[in-house]
């Protein structure tokens, strides 16, 4: 069974531009949430997707956005990149929201964003 | 709001030996969960053990287990018989009950396994 897949696993990008992360839930996982990891604030909530819905959200500005597809895979968006959103982000799924608590999350290895 | 601290930044322990994570948390909820996630040089973050705070006995996955001490707000991990493999950043993790919580972790501790 394959483990959630994140795909870059690198990326460089420039002050301004806009990118895109990709992630792969677990076969039979509905629900994907993201997480940004850096050394400074640790790691911190940004969203959860069930049903192609955005159900909750973390305490971040409208450039973090994402979507679900009807297959579970999850896109996040972060547009007009600052030094400041280098970080690993990553993404975390499992069966549906309510068995998120008995089953917990499993997470993927994550993108490395960095901003030059 | 919820808030989960770990105060050692950083630990080590000799192969074979018994080490303990601590970790305090905040909160005026009655329905949680608590986890430990492990997270080694892949980054890959793994979980280690839950606890259902409403659950009195203390999980236990093998050479892991927890104190949960929930009058005190207090959920350490204790791995016994470390292994090197254990090496890794170890996370303390806070959850509401219901559908709409999400992770809330703490800061980390970096546990190395000295052989």
């Known amino acids: 069974k394959a483990g959630v897949t994140q795909t870059p696993r690198y990326l460089i990008k420039t002050r301004g531009q806009q990118v895109t992360l990709s992630c792969s839930p677990i076969s039979g996982h509905r629900s994907v949430s993201w997480y940004q990891q850096t050394p400074g604030q640790g790691l911190q909530f940004l969203f959860e997707y069930f049903s192609e819905t955005q159900r909750n959200k973390g305490n971040f500005p409208g450039r973090f956005s994402g979507r679900q597809f009807s297959n579970s895979r999850s896109e996040m968006n972060v547009s007009t990149l600052e030094l400041g959103d280098s970080a690993l982000y990553l993404c975390a799924s499992t069966t549906e929201p309510q068995l998120k608590s008995l089953h917990g999350y499993t997470f993927g290895s994550g993108t490395r964003l960095t901003v030059v | 709001a919820q808030t989960v601290t770990q105060s050692q930044p950083e630990m080590s322990v000799q192969e074979a030996e018994t080490v303990t994570l601590s970790c305090t948390y905040d909160t005026s909820e009655s329905n949680y969960y608590l986890f430990w996630y492990k997270q080694p040089p892949s980054r890959q973050m793994i979980l280690v053990i839950r606890?259902?705070?409403?659950?009195?006995q203390n999980a236990t996955e093998n050479r892991f287990s927890v104190n949960f001490q929930k009058a005190a707000k207090s959920f350490s991990l204790k791995i016994s018989d470390s292994q090197l493999g254990d090496t890794a950043m170890y996370f303390c993790?806070?959850?509401?009950?219901?559908?709409?919580?999400?992770?809330?972790f703490g800061k980390g501790t970096k546990l190395s396994v000295k052989p």
């Open positions: 993790a806070f959850m509401n009950g219901g559908s709409q919580g999400n992770l809330i």
């Open positions: 606890q259902e705070a409403y659950k009195q």
